[in-house]
């Protein structure tokens, strides 16, 4: 599975902005290295000045000036909110999904590898593509976290969005799902992109081969996947 939260140190270990420029598709590095910049403040992505206002806020308050330090306060203020627990996805829906998408992101227009691929490369190559499955900081291939295709909600269910319906789900690159976290897109400025027609297919199709070469593993949810692939249908609009 991919790891539910990552550290910063996690990410700039195993992804560090110049291996992004490299490695990403389709010359979308710079969008890559924004929003892996942008994962670490997701709350209010636009918001650079923390680290000004809560010293001014501090010292507000030492100096007796409660109005200005409340003032000032008001202006980053966060409103707590219940979020409901996320129902895990099938990987039958996630290929749906993905497929509609031609294994696109919609946020950015990178294309997206099947998840799974990325262990069985690890078995296959460990010296050349090491792969945690924790996604161990300086044990894991930077490809992973760059090309990993991720199914997000395009409005997150701690906005009322349906948490399992193929109409509010997208394929997403992993830095573009981790840089959204639970925000709608009007937070962001982002826009959903269409679809672009591809042949393109996250290697899925060579998945069932390379499990083969891999020793067919059962672990990282293998067979799943390889039923999921296997019989369901292609998403229509």
């Known amino acids: 599975m991919i790891p539910a939260e990552l550290t910063e140190e996690f990410v700039q270990e195993i992804v560090p902005l110049p291996e992004l420029q490299r490695?990403?598709?389709?010359?979308?590095?710079?969008?890559?290295?924004?929003?892996?910049?942008?994962?670490?403040?997701?709350?209010?992505?636009?918001?650079?000045?923390?680290?000004?206002?809560?010293?001014?806020?501090?010292?507000?308050?030492l100096s007796g000036d409660c109005a200005g330090a409340q003032r000032d306060m008001a202006n980053i203020a966060y409103t707590r909110r219940e979020v409901s627990k996320r129902p895990a996805i099938k990987p039958s829906l996630k290929i749906q999904v993905f497929r509609r998408?031609?294994?696109t992101c919609r946020y950015c227009g990178q294309q997206t590898i099947l998840y799974p691929v990325m262990?069985?490369?690890?078995?296959?190559?460990?010296?050349?593509?090491?792969?945690?499955?924790?996604?161990?900081?300086?044990?894991?291939h930077p490809a992973v976290a760059v090309c990993t295709a991720v199914v997000d909600h395009v409005v997150p269910g701690s906005h009322g969005g349906a948490w399992l319906e193929a109409s509010n789900l997208v394929t997403a690159c992993?830095?573009?799902?981790?840089?959204?976290?639970?925000?709608?897109?009007?937070?962001?400025?982002?826009?959903?992109?269409?679809?672009?027609?591809?042949?393109?297919?996250?290697?899925?199709?060579?998945?069932?081969?390379?499990?083969?070469?891999?020793?067919?593993?059962?672990?990282?949810?293998?067979?799943?996947?390889?039923?999921?692939?296997?019989?369901?249908?292609?998403?229509r609009e």
């Open 119 to 140: 262990p069985l490369l690890g078995v296959i190559f460990p010296d050349h593509f090491p792969y945690h499955s924790n996604w161990k900081a300086g044990q894991t």
């Open 23 to 61: 490695t990403t598709i389709n010359g979308v590095a710079e969008k890559v290295r924004i929003h892996i910049e942008l994962l670490f403040n997701r709350l209010m992505p636009n918001r650079n000045d923390y680290l000004e206002i809560l010293p001014e806020i501090v010292a507000q308050l």
């Open 174 to 235: 992993w830095p573009c799902n981790a840089t959204k976290g639970d925000l709608a897109l009007s937070e962001l400025g982002w826009q959903l992109r269409p679809v672009d027609e591809s042949s393109w297919d996250g290697l899925s199709g060579s998945y069932r081969q390379l499990w083969e070469i891999a020793g067919k593993p059962t672990d990282e949810a293998h067979p799943h996947w390889l039923r999921a692939l296997s019989c369901m249908p292609e998403l």
């Open 101 to 103: 998408d031609c294994w």
